[in-house]
């Protein structure tokens, strides 16, 4: 599944940038900053809700073609999960890098859609909640073994151009392609990917 939705991404992108060309290029920097929610797909499954955290960074944005460019984003956010007992919770930070074709409608306002590749690398780990008692559970007691993550990303989201400033809302949902613990065939985890959603609110500025 995850080698076919890769294919296919790749293929559209492939395909839209096949575009007229602008006279004149599209060149915006700014920042984003909003919330998460985030939960681990673990394979035997661990019951869990979604644990909220924070992610924002830097934006490139450069549009060379008709509807289509290119984004590039320097983030940090807050992944993790938490147990639905409500008994624990453990926060992962990331350095991430997506890298992501910019769809959109509109000339002055615009609708948008943004998809792609992403990477990132796990900075600090923390137990927000432990109440388990001499749990033997290994998603409790071991450190993350594989801090390099890859994955997808894709959202939806509205901006207003107000005098060459862009103001921007963006709802994003990020899937991790790879696992967080060791998944050889002597582990007891055969998956362990980061899965969470959200909304960032943006400020950019278009370069002349």
Same mark, same amino acid.
């Given at each position: 599944?995850?080698?076919? $939705?890769?294919?296919? $991404? ?5 395909? =839209?940038?096949?575009? /007229? ?23 035997? /499954? ?11 960074? =830097? ?7 008709? *509807?289509?460019?290119?984004? /590039? ?11 639905? *007992? ?12 997506? %890298? ?11 609708? %948008? ?29 071991? %450190? ?16 207003? *151009? ?11 949902? *990020? ?28 400020? =950019?500025?278009?370069?002349?």
């Amino acid at each position: 599944m995850r080698k076919y $939705l890769s294919i296919i $991404l790749f293929a559209i992108t492939t395909c =839209l940038f096949g575009q /007229a060309r602008l006279d004149r290029p599209e060149i915006y920097i700014g920042t984003s900053l909003g919330v998460s929610g985030s939960m681990v797909m673990f394979k035997p /499954a661990v019951s869990q809700t979604y644990l909220s955290g924070y992610n924002g960074g =830097l934006v490139f944005r450069y549009i060379a073609e008709k *509807n289509v460019g290119m984004q /590039a984003e320097l983030n940090f956010s807050q992944r993790g999960w938490s147990e639905s *007992n409500g008994l624990y919770e453990r926060q992962l930070n990331y350095i991430e890098l997506p %890298f992501m074709t910019h769809i959109f409608v509109g000339k002055k306002n615009r609708v %948008f859609l943004n998809f792609g590749p992403k990477i990132a690398y796990l900075v600090s780990e923390k137990e927000l909640k432990n109440s388990t008692l001499n749990s033997t559970d290994i998603q409790h007691t071991t %450190f993350i073994q594989n801090p390099f993550d890859y994955g997808l990303c894709t959202g939806l989201g509205v901006l207003f *151009n107000i005098r060459g400033n862009i103001l921007q809302l963006d709802t994003r949902a *990020n899937f991790g392609l790879s696992d967080i613990f060791s998944n050889d065939k002597r582990d007891y985890f055969d998956t362990s990917n980061n899965l969470n959603v959200s909304v960032n609110l943006g400020w =950019l500025i278009q370069l002349k």
